[in-house]
């Protein structure tokens, strides 16, 4: 059983199309992240969720929106996608917000072109 | 927010050695931990100490932490080839978030 799960592992999409992330976990958590990982291995975080309310949203371009349906998912849309939206999208969930051990998906590989 | 920081950036080392990397921030936390990720994989958790905490192990992963000097080292003990990843540490402050450093590559060679 994959306790945080990510789908599609690997995108590849033309600029200006718009495309989705979905996340899900099993660990009955109450939060769960989304971070962006760069080609040098810097990994940001973009929104954070607790019991489906947005907590934490850093400067992320309105072209990216969550959404959290209930709290074990919590997907990932992008907007007219930008040549600079090419990375690694990782979904992560923990107990409590933010003190404890993230689980991290496997990642989701998205390239623009 | 600011990010901890890793040093070194890259490590390459001989399978038995053992490996340290280090860690530093910049605001005061609540914990910090270090996760390692394989290529091309998410990040694994292995190790959370406590700002109350000066030391900790775990099998072969040996963890200190020094809030006067705000830094963390991480040492691997009798390094495998398996050991060979990106080793994030992550500091938890008063942000209710986790902030991650740039990581270390450790490579260890058979």
């Known amino acids: 059983d994959t306790a945080v799960s990510q789908t599609p592992k690997y995108l590849v999409t033309q600029m200006g199309n718009d495309k989705s992330i979905k996340c899900e976990q099993n660990?009955?958590?109450?939060?769960m992240y989304w971070y962006k990982q760069d080609s040098k291995k810097f990994l940001k975080i973009m929104f954070s969720?607790?019991?489906?309310?947005?907590?934490i949203n850093e400067t992320v371009p309105n072209r990216f929106s969550p959404k959290s349906p209930d709290k074990a998912h919590l997907n990932l849309h992008i907007n007219s996608l930008e040549l600079g939206d090419s990375a690694v999208y990782f979904c992560?969930?923990?107990?409590?917000?933010?003190?404890?051990?993230?689980?991290f998906g496997e990642g989701s590989r998205l390239t623009v072109l | 927010s600011q990010q901890g920081e890793e040093d070194p950036q890259a490590l390459s080392i001989q399978e038995g050695e053992n490996a340290t990397m280090n860690c530093s921030y910049k605001?005061?936390?609540?914990?910090l931990q270090w996760y390692r990720q394989n290529s091309g994989r998410g990040l694994v958790h292995l190790i959370l100490?406590?700002?109350?905490?000066r030391e900790k192990h775990s099998g072969r992963l040996r963890v200190t932490l020094d809030t006067s000097k705000k830094s963390s080292s991480l040492l691997i003990t009798a390094s495998r080839a398996a050991d060979t990843a990106s080793y994030f540490c992550?500091?938890?402050?008063?942000?209710?978030?986790?902030?991650f450093g740039s990581g270390t590559q450790l490579t260890v060679l058979p």
């Open positions: 992560a969930s923990s107990q409590g917000q933010g003190f404890g051990e993230l689980f």
């Open positions: 660990l009955g958590h109450d939060t």
């Open positions: 969720y607790n019991n489906k309310e947005l907590i």
């Open positions: 605001t005061s936390i609540n914990n």
């Open positions: 100490i406590r700002s109350n905490e």
């Open positions: 992550v500091s938890s402050g008063s942000a209710r978030q986790l902030t």
